[in-house]
T-cell receptor, first 114, second 111 residues
Framework: DSGVTQTPKHLITATGQRVTLRCSPR?????VYWYQQSLDQGLQFLIQ???????AKGNILERFSAQQFPDLHSELNLSSLELGDSALYFC?????????????FGPGTRLTVL | QQQVKQSPQSLIVQKGGISIINCAYE??????FPWYQQFPGKGPALLIA?????SEKKEGRFTISFNKSAKQFSLHIMDSQPGDSATYFC??????????FGKGTLLTVNP
C-alpha cells in the first residue's frame, strides 16, 4: 500500500459526460501527479501540482483540468468525454518540490466511456 | 516521439533464472532513472532507482546497470521467482518534474 488513495475505483459513463476523479496524497507529500495509462499509449504524464499550484504540464487535453486543494487532495476533471478517454488514471505523490523525486502511485481509477 | 524505449515487450523465464529488461533514452537532460513494478489491477510501485553518477545499483535480487555514454540502462532480476511475474516499466526524469515511461515489459516466471 503506497499510502496514496484514489476514488472511485471504477467509473462507467457515457460519451459527452463529465467526471471527477479524486486523489489523496501520502501524508506529508506536497506534490501530486496525474497519469493516464492506456494499452496503446502506455503511462502518460498529464499534470503536476505542488502545494496547490500547477508545476508542470504534460499531454493533457484541454477538456481535462485539475486542481489541488488546501488540504492537498487533488481532483482531475474530465469533460466532453470520448470513447478514447477510456483508460486507467493514476495519481502519484512525492515529498519534495524539486525534481526528480520518488513518486508513489495510487491504485488508480478505471474509466470506461460507453 | 518516444523518449524512452523499452525492450523486450514480453519475457518468459524459468524460476531461478535471470530476467533482463533494457531501456534506452534520448534526452541527455534526464538524471533520474527509476524502475516500477505493476501487478494487474494495481498501481505501479517503485522497485529501484538510479542516478547517472553511478554505473550500478543493487537492492536484493534487483540490479540496475547504467551506461551514460550509451544512454542505456537495464534491470536485472536474479533468481527470478513466480511472484516476480508482473509488468515492469522503466522511466526517466529530469528537471521538468515529469517521469517519461517506457512501454513496459510483461515478465512471466514459470515455476
Amino acid at each position: 500500500d503506497s499510502g496514496v488513495t484514489q476514488t472511485p475505483k471504477h467509473l462507467i459513463t457515457a460519451t459527452g459526460q463529465r467526471v471527477t476523479l479524486r486523489c489523496s496524497p501520502r501524508s506529508g507529500d506536497l506534490s501530486v501527479y496525474w497519469y493516464q495509462q492506456s494499452l496503446d499509449q502506455g503511462l502518460q504524464f498529464l499534470i503536476q501540482y505542488y502545494n496547490g499550484e500547477e508545476r508542470a504540464k504534460g499531454n493533457i487535453l484541454e477538456r481535462f483540468s485539475a486542481q489541488q486543494f488546501p488540504d492537498l487532495h487533488s481532483e482531475l476533471n474530465l469533460s466532453s468525454l470520448e470513447l478514447g478517454d477510456s483508460a486507467l488514471y493514476f495519481c502519484a505523490s512525492s515529498v519534495a518540490p524539486t525534481s526528480p523525486d520518488t513518486q508513489y502511485f495510487g491504485p488508480g481509477t478505471r474509466l470506461t466511456v460507453l | 516521439q518516444q523518449q524512452v524505449k523499452q525492450s523486450p515487450q514480453s519475457l518468459i523465464v524459468q524460476k531461478g533464472g535471470i530476467s533482463i529488461i533494457n531501456c534506452a533514452y534520448e534526452n541527455t537532460a534526464f538524471d533520474y532513472f527509476p524502475w516500477y513494478q505493476q501487478f494487474p489491477g494495481k498501481g505501479p510501485a517503485l522497485l529501484i532507482a538510479i542516478r547517472p553518477d553511478v554505473s550500478e545499483k543493487k537492492e536484493g535480487r534487483f540490479t540496475i546497470s547504467f551506461n551514460k555514454s550509451a544512454k542505456q540502462f537495464s534491470l536485472h532480476i536474479m533468481d527470478s521467482q513466480p511472484g516476480d511475474s508482473a509488468t515492469y516499466f522503466c522511466a526517466a526524469g529530469g528537471s521538468n518534474y515529469k517521469l517519461t515511461f517506457g512501454k513496459g515489459t510483461l515478465l512471466t516466471v514459470n515455476p
